[in-house]
């Protein structure tokens, strides 16, 4: 019972206490004499690879050309 009681005094007074200030991260958001940079326009496909399906080249030649120490024919 004596808990119960504590705890109740304790929500009690903290619900009277006075709020932490906010900290400041940046620039004030209300402040209409920050200036703030231009938003550019990024298209949406920006920076995609083409995956366009190619004809098959032959392998052989294709990991000879990638193998260590691989011989360079034409």
Do not use: E
């Amino acid at each position: 019972m004596k808990t119960t009681v504590l705890a109740a005094a304790a929500i009690g007074l903290a619900g009277c206490a006075s709020p932490l200030p906010t900290p400041q991260t940046g620039a004030d958001p209300a402040d209409p004499t920050v200036s703030v940079s231009a938003p550019a326009y990024v298209p949406v496909t920006a920076g995609t690879a083409d995956y366009r399906p190619v004809k098959p080249k032959p392998w052989r030649d294709l990991n000879d050309r990638v193998a260590p120490g691989a011989r360079r024919t034409p």
